[in-house]
C-alpha cells in the first residue's frame, strides 16, 4: 500500500538566530525564529510523513509551550517521527521539497540538504529532491520577513 502525505511550514527571519535549513546551518546575518532551533524544511518533512500515515502534525507530537522541545535539534524530532513511520511498517518511495526564499542562495547547499535529508530518513540520495524558488520579491517571502517550505512524500507499506 501507498500513502501520500504533504507539509508546508513557515518561520520568521530574524537577528541573532542561526538559518539552519534541512539540517544544515547555511551562513546568513539572520536566522529562523521558533520555539525550536526553527528548522522550517526538516519540520514540513515531519509533517508530511505525519501526514502521510494519519498521525497529525509535528506540534501535536512536540508541543511548542513543552520547555523540552525549547531550542530543540530539528533533526532529533525528525528522527523520532521517523521512528513513528517505521513502527507502522513504511519505507520512503520519494520525497521532494521546495524552500521559498528570497534569500539567500539555497543552491550550494542543497546536495548537503538531501543528503542529511537522505540519512534521516534511511533513503538514498536519489530518492530525496530539494529545491528553492524565490517569490520575485512579492509577498512576505519576497520581503525577506520569513521563509517557507512545502513537501510531498510518498511512502510505501512494506
Ligand atoms: N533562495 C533561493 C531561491 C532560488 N534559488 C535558485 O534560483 C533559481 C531561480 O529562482 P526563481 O525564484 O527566480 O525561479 C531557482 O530555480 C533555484 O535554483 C536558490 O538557490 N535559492
Ligand atoms: C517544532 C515546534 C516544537 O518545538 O516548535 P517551533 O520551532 O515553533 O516550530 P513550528 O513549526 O511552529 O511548530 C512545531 C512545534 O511544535
Known sequence: MFRIGQGFDVHQLT???????GGITIPYELGLLG???ADVLLHTVADACLGAIGEGDIGRHFPDTD??????DSAKL??????????KGYRLVNIDCTIIA??????PYIPQMRERIADLL?????QVNVKATTTEKLGFTGRGEGIASQVAV?????
Open 35 to 37: 520555539h525550536s532551533d
Open 67 to 72: 520547555p523540552e522541545f525549547k531550542d530543540a
Open 102 to 107: 528570497e534569500k539567500p542562495k539555497m543552491a
Open 122 to 126: 534511511e533513503a538514498t540520495v536519489d
Open 154 to 158: 510518498l511512502l510505501q507499506k512494506v
Open 15 to 21: 537577528e541573532n538566530r542561526p538559518l539552519i535549513i
Open 78 to 87: 525528525m528522527e523520532q517521527v521517523w521512528e513513528i513511520v517505521k513502527e
